[in-house]
């Protein structure tokens, strides 16, 4: 893969979490590249490193080994004001819990992280209308969650990290609270971000059915990377 295709590249990663005085490995030298504007899935059951990967390309668990370049630019020697800075800016999240503030209407829980990125307030209004109306959401956008469905939930969610304009979008499992059809709604979503918005998605699944969306598949076994494919 040519360099300005990457996204994330791991080098040697390996890391481990400790039960009191356990230490219990989660990722082994792991070798990998991501890359830009693709639909990700990473497979493998429960405990093989799904999650932690994730975390480690979120920023959200620092380095222990090994090292993780975010656009050539590695980790290792990011200050935390610059990880705060490519969390902010960057990468978009996305939970299956949704973790949406219930007090909120769904057009104010798009705006709310905006803030934080100090735009205008035309830039805030025009960025939250694009994101809501991609999702089919902008004619529910004065709803707060209590009064939408699962799926309008997961939606606001997905609306919430668009309007970010980042690179990638990270999702642990965003399909599994939804049933199969929603589910489905979900992924055609994620894959029209992908071919339009010039953001790679990186999703973390056991499904069949978020797999058979995914450009390209990593498949993970007890922490170690036993497949990378095209499904």
């Not at 380095?63 to 630019?73: D, K, P, R, V």
């Not at 991609?134 to 609306?159: E, N, T, Y």
């Amino acid at each position: 893969m040519k360099k300005e295709d990457v996204l994330f590249s791991l080098s040697e990663l390996t890391f481990s979490y400790f039960l009191g005085a356990q230490k219990v490995p989660a990722l082994h030298h792991l070798d990998l590249e991501i890359p830009k504007n693709t639909l990700i899935t990473i497979s493998g059951p429960s405990g093989s490193g799904k999650s932690t990967l994730l975390n480690l390309l979120g920023m959200l668990e620092p380095l222990q080994e090994g090292e993780i370049f975010f656009l050539n630019e590695p980790f290792s020697s990011m200050s935390i004001q610059r990880q705060n800075e490519i969390r902010k800016y960057h990468i978009g999240f996305i939970f299956q819990q949704f973790h949406l503030i219930p007090v909120l209407t769904a057009e104010e829980n798009v705006e709310y992280f905006l803030k934080r990125q100090h735009l205008s307030y035309r830039e805030i209004k025009a960025r939250t209308k694009e994101a809501l109306a991609a999702v089919d959401l902008w004619d529910h956008r004065k709803k707060k969650p209590g009064q939408l469905s699962g799926g309008q939930k997961q939606r606001v969610a997905i609306a919430r990290a668009l309007a970010k304009k980042p690179n990638v979008i990270i999702g642990d499992e965003p399909t599994a609270s939804l049933d199969q059809k929603t589910g489905r709604d979900i992924m055609k979503i994620f894959t029209k971000i992908v071919e339009e918005a010039n953001c790679s998605v990186i999703l973390t699944t056991h499904d069949p059915m978020v797999l058979s969306f995914s450009q390209q598949n990593f498949h993970f076994h007890e922490g170690r990377l036993i497949k990378d494919a095209k499904p």
